[in-house]
């Protein structure tokens, strides 16, 4: 069964730069996963950051940006934010309906 | 405003059922795709059940498959998800979202309701 992988955790400096990324553990991801990632804060819901690899929901700040790195998905964030720190979770689509989240991120702002 | 809102969840025994229903309202139900997503306590997020607009067609995670069956009333605008023989392990937050075009992304999302499963 495929697994989607993100760095369980990452540091950034307040103003600094960071790319998380996901991948798959075996392949590569493309934009036919139309991956998408998600942001969330303890007993919130989830929020939609990105989807279709690079396009910003609505209302999303546009120091987020998605991108295909490599063989994987990515989500910068750039000048980053007191309140960024948060999980972060990306999402691929397998085909035949099925959809498979990574294990998310632990974004740490400090 | 798109809006959604889960009801249903509580407390049941191992093997027991329940039904989570998910109210939609400031978009045109029928026309979208919609999830269900599980966050048992401390974890990750994990894709639980997709639907078609029409409902015709649906799709589980291998972790649920067999147990749990999703719906959708769209004169309604309601989506549901029925769960059978529960295990301690579908213990979480259930989230109904909002899928954006066909499968595979979500754009809104409900704030969840908990699902607590435990003899």
């Known amino acids: 069964q495929t697994v989607v992988t993100q760095e369980p955790s990452f540091s950034v400096s307040p103003g600094g730069t960071v790319t998380l990324t996901c991948g798959l553990s075996?392949?590569?991801?493309?934009?036919?996963?139309?991956p998408s990632w998600y942001q969330q804060t303890p007993g919130q819901a989830p929020r939609t950051l990105i989807y279709?690899?690079?396009s910003r929901s609505s209302g999303v700040p546009d120091r987020f940006s998605g991108s295909i790195l490599g063989s994987k998905a990515a989500l910068t964030i750039t000048g980053a934010q007191a309140d960024d720190e948060s999980d972060y979770y990306c999402l691929l689509y397998m085909g035949s309906g099925i959809s498979v989240f990574g294990g998310g991120t632990k974004l740490t702002v400090l | 405003e798109v809006q959604l809102l889960e009801s249903g969840g509580g407390f049941v025994q191992p093997g027991g059922s329940l039904r989570l229903s998910c109210a939609a309202s400031?978009?045109?139900?029928?026309?979208?795709?919609m999830g269900w997503v599980r966050q048992a306590p401390g974890k990750g997020l994990e894709w639980v059940s997709g639907?078609?607009?029409?409902?015709?067609?649906?799709y589980y995670a291998d972790s649920v498959k067999g147990r749990f069956t999703m719906s959708r009333d769209n004169p309604k605008n309601t989506l549901f998800l029925q769960m059978n023989s529960l295990r301690v392990e579908d213990t979480a937050v259930y989230y109904c979202?909002?899928?954006?075009?066909?499968?595979?992304?979500?754009?809104?999302w409900g704030q969840g309701t908990l699902v607590t499963v435990s003899s």
């Open positions: 075996s392949g590569s991801v493309s934009t036919s996963y139309y």
């Open positions: 639907i078609s607009g029409s409902g015709g067609s649906t």
């Open positions: 979202a909002k899928g954006r075009i066909g499968f595979g992304e979500f754009d809104y």
């Open positions: 279709s690899t690079d």
């Open positions: 400031g978009f045109t139900f029928s026309t979208y795709t």
